[in-house]
Every structure is written in structure tokens, then in C-alpha cells.
């Protein structure tokens, strides 16, 4: 499932494969994505021109001069560039045709992804509830210790919470706090003020590293196959069995999530 960094990697490659901004044609193929696919959407964005492209927590946005275009990958939501001609292939469901001729056509097997228009963003259902931005200066240390001291969460799933930062996944919530010598299941409130800080900065660099390794991994691709956002990074903890100091990784279930930690290193 695509986390921040791919998703983010995946804005940066389409917008990197769109030589004109302007719409010539949104099509529908198979309207069954996690919601319907609203049909009006072919004419709001018809002969648009797209102003910015963005992403926002594990969304990517198409910012129009009469509103947005919010698309969620899901589990397995891909975009494919192709030129010319479009030819259908299975769990294709819409397409946008470009005024240079270029189409990036969204596939999805799983059928967990979305798209919605939006005439005012900051008001709609996906985005309104949404929390900081990780990498920006807004998620900082006195955030988080305000969010943690009173709150009985566990701090992996107090990391997670989109309410709370956006577009911080499983994997990187693993990883962040393998740095910061967090244990993923300690109460929230227990994190001392420099706990707190370590993993501010625990998660932005993790973050930062994954996108550094997208962005690096997507200049080898030409074209936008849908494997282009995926990177493999090194792992610290997430999915392995030994870490480096030589304990087992253990592997408990947080909120039907896996949730992997080193009992040596992180306290
Ligand atoms: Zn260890």
C-alpha cells in the first residue's frame, strides 16, 4: 500500500510526465472504484488547465481554477502514461487525456482507490479532518507532546492517526519509532518531552529518506509504468527477523496491524 513517500514520488513522476497541463478529455471506464465515480466529473475538468499538482497526506491533488481533483491510490491504484491511442486493459477505470496527446490511464486491481472532484477542498469529506503534514514545520515537537500527554493511545497508533499527521503509515510508524527507541505499544502520555522530540525527528527523517529514494529510483524510469513510485529501501525493522544489535524482532498485532520491535533497543 502506497505510503507518503510513494505517493508523493508518484505526484513528482506525473508531474514530471505532463508536458502540457491542459485537459482535452476525462473519461470513464469502469465507475466502480471504493466510491462510485461521479459522472459530472468529465465537465468539470474538461478543457481545463491543471494549476498545481500536489499531494496531501496520501492523496494526489489536480488543483483547477474551479476546484480540485483528489485521487487515493488505495492498495493498488497505478497510473500508466501512454501516447496515441488508448487500448484497454483489465481493472482500467478512468483516463485523462491530455492536450499534448499524452493519456495517463488509472488502473486498479483491488478497486480500493478513489477520486472525487471538489469545488472547495479545505471543506470536503476526505480532507477537512485531515492533520499536519509531517514534513512541514507545523508538525514540531511542541505538537506532539500536546497531542501525547493526554491521550492513552498507543503511540503507534497516535502516529498513524491521519486526525492527527497525515500520511504516516505502518511501515514508516515501525521504522520511526525503531529510531527513536520507542516501543510501538507504550501509552502515549508516558513519552517524555525528549522522547517526544527524537521522534519528531525520528519520522521526518525516516519520511524524507523514503522520498530522497523514490525521487532517486524514478529518474531511472522513462516512462510512468506504475512501478515507478515503489522503492526498496533498508529497513531497519519493519518485516524483519533479526535486528541489527542481534535480538529477534518481535511481531505484535497493534490495532490488527503488524507492529515490529526490537525488545533490546527500544524501550
Ligand atoms: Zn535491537
Known sequence: MPELPEVETICNAIKHNIDSPKIDEFQIINNKLRWKINKNIPSKVNGQTIKKIYRRAKYIVFEFHNGSLIIHLGMTGKFRKIQGTYTSIKHDHFLIKMADDNIFVYNDVRKFGSIHWASDISDHFLMKNIGVEPLTDDFNNLYLKNKTTKSRMKIKNLIMDQKIIAGVGNIYA???????????????????????????RSIKTVLKKAVKYGGTSIKDYKTLDGNSGYFTQKLLVYGLDKCRCGEKIRNVKISGRSSFYCPKCQK
Do not use: D, G, N, Q
Not at 188 to 195: D, I, Q
Open 174 to 200: 515501525s521504522e520511526a519509532l525503531f529510531l527513536s527507541k520507542i516501543r510501538p505499544t507504550k501509552i502515549a502520555y508516558r513519552l517524555s518531552k525528549s522522547m517526544c522530540e527524537h521522534l519528531v
